[in-house]
């Protein structure tokens, strides 16, 4: 008997804005996802990628994924640009995680809408998403997941 062949999985990308000591790209890449952060105080990058080639490397940890790694980026998040986390056929699927505050969500949520491929997935913690670019998918204490809206082909929204 033969098997059908498996369907191939699209990619995903973990990208965490305001990386800060990198626990979350290593958790990420820990569970075989290539993880980007961006981190702007050049203290917390550093500390990032130390942090991350120890725990590589360590014995006691539990063993990472052959396919996970880390990267981290000393940027302010305003001169990140999403689209380098896509593929040539933009199915990469993206994750970013973010801990903004309220002042600069408005303009992140277009920011990321603008830039971000459709199949993208914002993690959000506390703080919300302009509902006009994001959909709400989930939300418990302080936790908001939000999927990307789709772009109508005229530039609006669906």
């Known amino acids: 008997t033969s ?20 626990r979350v790209c290593i958790a990420a890449a820990r569970r075989g996802y290539h993880a980007v952060g961006y981190e702007f105080n050049p203290m917390l990058v550093m500390i990032s990628i130390v942090w991350s080639a120890f725990d590589r490397f360590t014995p006691t940890t539990p063993s990472w994924s052959t396919s996970g790694s880390t990267s981290f980026y000393c940027r302010d998040l305003w001169n990140v640009n999403l689209n380098n986390h896509t593929t040539t056929s933009d199915d990469t699927n993206v994750i970013i995680f973010v801990y903004g505050l309220f002042p600069i969500m408005e303009r992140l949520s277009k920011k990321l809408y603008e830039e971000a491929p459709q199949n993208t997935i914002v ?29 109508q082909k005229h530039g609006g929204l669906l």
């Open 3 to 22: 098997s059908a062949p498996e369907a191939e999985t699209p990619p995903v990308v973990i990208v965490d804005l305001g990386s800060g000591d990198g």
């Open 123 to 151: 993690v959000s913690n506390v703080f919300t998403m302009d509902e006009n670019y994001w959909e709400k998918i989930y939300h418990r204490e302080e936790i908001f997941l939000y999927k990307r809206r789709r772009k």
